[in-house]
């Protein structure tokens, strides 16, 4: 609390309160605040995690917000962060799309899994009616917390 000293007179009226509010703590606050969900925002993107390979590809323009299937490691598939049984991506993808074919879709596969099984992925995805599909990889010299650039593999 602040007292104003500069009045003569009683000791009355000499420690009145000031009516004015000090925002600088509150200010000082909201920075950190600020700071923090900023550090942690990109780290939400994907709760699945997955080692993905690097890649020098320029990225594609991100228009929309596109589902996303991931593979672990093990082979346990993911759709957003949900598991997921292989037969049932597709009845999945077609009931958050909404039965749209054109949402894109970003298949995100550990590193270490055979191509082929991330190209059975995407051959069930597309196999589906979904015609914008695409992987994820790293970008090189990217930090980790860094979000995931989509590559196209070519037209499909």
Known sequence: MAFSL???????????????????????VMLVLLIIFMVTAPLMTSGVSVDLPKTNAQPIN?????????????????????PVPLPDVVDK?????RNNPDRRIFVRG?????????MELMGIITQGGFTHVALLAEQIGATPAAAPRPVRPGRG
């Open 62 to 82: 991100n228009d929309s917000q596109p589902l996303t299937v991931s593979v672990r490691a093990n082979g346990d598939v993911y759709l957003q962060d949900e």
């Open 110 to 118: 550990d590193k270490m899994l055979p191509y082929g099984r991330i």
């Open 6 to 28: 500069n009045q003569k007179g009683s000791a009355r009226s000499r420690y009145r309160p000031l009516a004015e509010i000090n925002v600088t703590p509150m200010v000082d």
């Open 93 to 97: 993808l077609k009931a958050i799309a």
